[in-house]
């Protein structure tokens, strides 16, 4: 169990056996690139001070190595390019299965706030079948035809797990899915992607979710997907609505409105429109042969201003600080990116003054100063009270004399 663990960590922030081991040695660890194999593979058992090195290292509590896992996740789709390679899928669903676990611990310590609000996985085998998944999820969680404000924050606030991998700028990874204890969505995002892209591929991922293909082939399956997620961000009748029953051509001036609008893609509005039979496969043919002319494909000539960004645990995260549930310790484990909002600890802080001040060098004394005078200038623009007041003027001076 220490051997999988301490693989999942390492695999999870990103780091070969060789950095590990570099970095390792230098906070005073001395190990080698082959005796952290070991550890992985089993053969031999890390000294509690190893282990301690190495949750420093990785992340994750000391705990975390000898604790049983408590979660089990079933994988569903991964969606990405052959140039991603092994190692790196390998890496993403380290990620999320460490996302999941500290998910899962936080949703044991409020129970009030884990329920699960997705509609039960059916099977689906047509296009159309795809369609009312889609519209039965929007029934289900009360969207009405209205254009999706924040995806991600919709599928956290009905249950799922949604991890955003952001370690690099690359485009060869779309999204990956599956299933907490069976029960719970767990989806990762790519957040590196542009923001209408990313909705496209969070949408199609909860498409996997809830849809059952698996008797289908690959490219079936992704096709359904596709459709899920068109018709999840901009429903068919809305589609119709906004270009018309029947079209001859579509504008691409017109594509960029709807794509600031809704939220989708200019490319996955042409989708939609053939796919509707709002415009023909040769009309469809032909804007995109001119779509990708323009170099389009890669990067869109309009960008969508909306946010996508899971926050749902960390929000948690702080509830569970300010009801006294857990401590500033607990709460990094948990959520690590919350350490940036961990009050200073000023105890052991000596008061500055002007004897202290003295016995700093002088390129020191010179910044603590300057930033100093920018903080007591902001005070002065932005609060009142000490601007606020009445100055003497001369004819104060000269009563007060008489």
Excluded at 248 to 274: D, N, V
Aim: glycine share 6%; with cysteine; hydrophobic share 40%.
């Amino acid at each position: 169990m220490i051997a999988d663990r301490i693989r999942q960590a390492r695999l999870a922030s990103g780091l070969s056996l060789e950095q590990l081991s570099k970095q390792l040695v230098r906070s005073g660890i001395q190990i080698t690139k082959a005796g952290l194999s070991n550890y992985e593979r089993g053969k031999r058992q890390p000294a509690p001070g190893i282990l301690r090195g190495l949750s420093k290292a990785l992340g994750v509590a000391p705990t975390y190595f000898i604790c049983e896992p408590g979660v089990t996740i079933e994988w569903l789709a991964f969606r990405s390019t052959k140039r991603l390679g092994k190692k790196r899928v390998e890496e993403i669903k380290a990620c999320a299965h460490l996302a999941a676990d500290r998910a899962m611990a936080l949703f044991d310590l409020m129970p009030v706030a884990s329920l699960v609000e997705f509609p039960k996985r059916r099977r689906v085998d047509t296009l159309e079948e795809a369609d009312r998944s889609a519209a039965d999820l929007r029934s289900a969680w009360e969207m009405g035809e209205a254009p999706v404000e924040c995806l991600c924050q919709t599928a956290e606030d009905h249950g799922a797990v949604v991890v955003a991998f952001q370690r690099e700028a690359s485009t060869a990874f779309d999204g990956l899915s599956g299933t907490i204890n069976g029960q719970r969505p767990l989806l990762t995002i790519n957040t590196a992607m542009p923001t209408d892209r990313l909705r496209f591929n969070l949408a199609h991922e909860i498409g996997h979710v809830l849809m059952n293909s698996e008797d289908l082939s690959e490219k079936e399956g992704e096709l359904l997907a596709h459709r899920f997620a068109s018709s999840l961000l901009v429903p068919p009748s809305v589609v119709k609505q906004e270009l018309g029953e029947r079209r001859h051509a579509l504008s691409f001036e017109e594509l960029a409105i709807l794509k600031r609008k809704h939220g989708m893609s200019m490319a996955a509005w042409m989708y939609a429109a053939r796919a509707h039979g709002i415009i023909t496969q040769n009309c469809y043919r032909s804007l995109f042969v001119e779509f990708g002319r323009r170099g389009w494909r890669r990067q869109e000539p309009v960008e969508y201003d909306g946010k996508e960004q899971p926050n749902r645990f960390r929000q948690l995260t702080l509830r569970a600080l300010a009801e006294d549930l857990i401590g500033w310790d607990k709460a990094e484990e948990l959520c690590p990116e919350i350490s940036e909002a961990r009050p200073r600890d000023t105890a052991d802080v000596p008061v500055m003054n002007a004897a202290l001040l003295r016995t700093f060098p002088g390129d020191l004394r010179d910044r603590v100063l300057q930033e100093v005078a920018e903080v007591a200038a902001h005070d002065y623009e932005t609060d009142s009270d000490l601007t606020d007041f009445e100055a003497f003027g001369e004819g104060d001076i000269h009563e007060e004399q008489e």
